[in-house]
């Protein structure tokens, strides 16, 4: 069975500070991840994915197997930031688990 | 290009009804997927069609079924609807396969009085 947890339902942090959403998973094989992110009145879309191995508006994310970690971080938040944040798992089965989500708020 | 598209965007139906759900993918998507989302248990895998085929299926009762067309749209129906069964319905629609980018369509929300 493939897991994919999110432990904190809410964040907050302010503009210019740091921000990390932990996401962790249980899955026995190797597995593809993603990031998800749904701003206000938006629909849910594709942040980023761990084989890109890229930065999107400034996130990035490293799959840590031994772990079984995929946290999603940034250097410096910005108020366009808040929104809803999924972390997602495909593996054998080829279907996407998402985690129960993050909301993030970027206070001013 | 034409984003996903979910028809209709509400709906309210009684316990013991069924109910059919549309979705319009991207064109040249071949793959749609299907979510059911509630506060209580976020995101849920329902099934996936590629090429008309049901590929893979999540851990729903079989009173959910759906089904695709040669031009990729595709349809969810539930029957016997429950209570339980109030949430919103998200389509997403990809180039091949879930692992691909999906694109959600914005929902169609079922609520069962």
């Known amino acids: 069975a493939q897991r994919v947890t999110q432990p904190e339902k809410l964040l907050s942090v302010f503009k210019g500070a740091p921000v990390e959403l932990k996401c962790n998973y249980s899955?026995?094989?190797?597995?593809?991840l993603f990031w998800y992110v749904q701003y206000s009145r938006q629909r849910l879309q594709l942040l980023l994915r761990h084989i890109s191995r890229e930065s999107i508006k400034g996130f990035t994310a490293d799959l840590n197997k031994g772990e079984t970690s995929f946290h999603l971080k940034k250097p410096f938040a910005q108020e366009e930031d808040s929104a809803m944040y999924y972390c997602a798992l495909s593996g054998s089965a080829r279907q996407l688990t998402f985690g129960s989500g993050t909301q993030l708020t970027v206070l001013p | 290009k034409a984003g996903v598209t979910q028809t209709p965007r509400y709906l309210i139906k009684t316990r013991g009804q069924q109910v059919t759900l549309s979705c319009s993918p991207i064109s040249g998507h071949r793959s749609v997927s299907w979510y059911q989302q509630t506060p209580g248990q976020g995101l849920q895998f329902l099934f996936e069609?590629?090429?008309?085929?049901?590929?893979n299926k999540g851990n729903f009762p079989g009173r959910f079924s759906g089904r695709q067309f040669s031009n990729s749209r595709s349809e969810m129906n539930v029957s016997t609807l429950e209570l339980g069964d109030s949430a919103l319905y998200l389509c997403?629609?990809?180039?091949?396969?879930?692992?691909?980018?999906?694109?959600f369509g914005p929902g169609t929300r079922l609520t069962v009085l």
């Open positions: 069609y590629f090429s008309e085929t049901q590929r």
């Open positions: 997403a629609s990809s180039l091949q396969a879930v692992t691909d980018t999906q694109y």
């Open positions: 899955y026995s094989g190797s597995p593809e």
